[in-house]
């Protein structure tokens, strides 16, 4: 196995129709919770994607920091009602995972079409108006795949495009709702499929209007590793075709066992800052959207060692990183706290009851990079608003 699987049972599941109903579109203030500088004075209030940069709504340079969390379907936690322990970790962004598709095996509707839908629609809405309200980014993402025996699954591809279409449609006046396409899209499948459904479904997103950050995670399951036999490194190699003209396209990498050998040895740091740089000099904007270790899986030691490899690098090339996972499930144990929800933190100022995981997020959380101020030029984002 590549690292611990997350949701397995999603990958092979069937669907219906997707569409969603009418929604209202919140709007916030146009403000972030960067430090206040000196900055290009931003056109619009919304983010926006400046060759490797991430700009706020206030132009200063944005430095995302926070974990995954559910979002509607399989879990329905009380995600909505957890923004204010988000605020006190300093969170300004928080990755929502959720099921496009339906699983009717598991009694779930995914977004498809009809009453059966609205309540996961409500779900999102509910989790969108919680911590957008507060300045942070709520980051959607779909959890299972758009492949059937390694080929792109047309119907499949069709209502995860017309679910993103409805999420755009709803939320393109709320610039703290980024759209992360499809978690980590492809181990194994044509690069060319790759390349056709990213593009398909960001189209989807793009034709309502909406100018909302649009996330494109890399290859081998995440982790662009290059060396287990499946071509790795596609951010960096097709990132400019994927961006190019485009506005507003963010790319995610997921670090964790590929970044080690077994039992935590031959740490790959070098190798991780390679290719960020490798990134970056192509002149695309990187976050490392998953990372984090467990207590129960077979290598802890080479998950830790890999995922510290983020938590140690990332930072000094202005590289955000969003935890895996915040409210664990089924046999998933990465805990940031001892009893492993997020919002258990005993003492909200020298907690004590925090995981090894925990305390790393919790000191980068604290501590975040001060990237300073936007002094660009907006309209290389490619968006019709910065013009």
Excluded at 38 to 54: C, E, L, M, Q, S
Excluded at 319 to 329: D, E, L, Q, S, T
Excluded at 370 to 383: E, I, P, V
Aim: charged content about 20%; some cysteine.
């Amino acid at each position: 196995m590549f690292r611990p699987l997350k949701w397995s049972l999603l990958l092979a599941c069937g669907l219906t129709a997707c569409g969603g109903p009418e929604l209202e579109t919140p709007a916030p203030e146009a403000a972030d919770v960067e430090q206040a500088a000196t900055a290009t004075p931003n056109p619009t209030g919304r983010f926006y994607i400046v060759g490797k940069d991430i700009v706020g709504p206030s132009g200063n340079k944005f430095y995302p920091v926070g974990a995954n969390l559910d979002g509607w379907d399989f879990f329905q936690r009380d995600t909505e009602n957890r923004a204010d322990a988000a605020v006190k970790w300093g969170w300004n962004i928080v990755r929502i995972n959720g099921a496009q598709l339906a699983h009717p095996e598991y009694n779930t509707y995914g977004l498809v079409s009809g009453d059966t839908s609205k309540p996961n629609f409500d779900k999102i809405d509910r989790i969108v108006q919680a911590f957008t309200s507060k300045k942070i980014v709520v980051m959607l993402e779909f959890h299972d795949k758009v492949w059937s025996g390694g080929k792109t699954d047309a119907t499949k591809l069709a209502q995860t495009r017309d679910a993103w279409a409805a999420l755009a449609q709803k939320y393109k006046n709320n610039t703290y709702v980024w759209f992360n396409l499809l978690n980590e899209p492809i181990w194994g499948e044509a690069v060319t499929d790759y390349l056709s459904v990213l593009g398909t479904l960001r189209a989807a997103v793009r034709n309502t209007g909406a100018e909302n950050v649009v996330v494109i995670d890399g290859g081998v399951a995440g982790q662009e590793w290059n060396r287990w036999g499946v071509p790795g490194n596609l951010i960096p190699t097709y990132g400019p075709q994927l961006s190019d003209g485009k506005c507003n396209t963010l790319f995610s990498i997921h670090v964790y066992n590929a970044w080690a050998e077994a039992g935590g040895s031959n740490v790959h740091s070098a190798e991780f800052v390679s290719y960020v740089k490798s990134v970056q000099a192509k002149n695309l904007a990187l976050i490392v959207g998953e990372t984090g270790w467990n207590k129960t899986d077979a290598d802890v030691p080479r998950l830790k060692a890999g995922s510290m490899v983020a938590f140690n690098n990332a930072p000094t090339y202005g590289v955000g990183i969003i935890g895996w996972h915040a409210n664990p499930n089924w046999d998933d144990t990465f805990f940031l706290t001892t009893s492993g929800q997020f919002h258990a933190v005993d003492n909200w100022t020298t907690p004590t009851n925090l995981t090894d995981f925990g305390k790393a997020l919790w000191k980068l959380s604290k501590t975040k990079p001060a990237l300073g101020a936007f002094t660009g030029d907006y309209r290389n984002s490619h968006c019709g608003s910065a013009n």
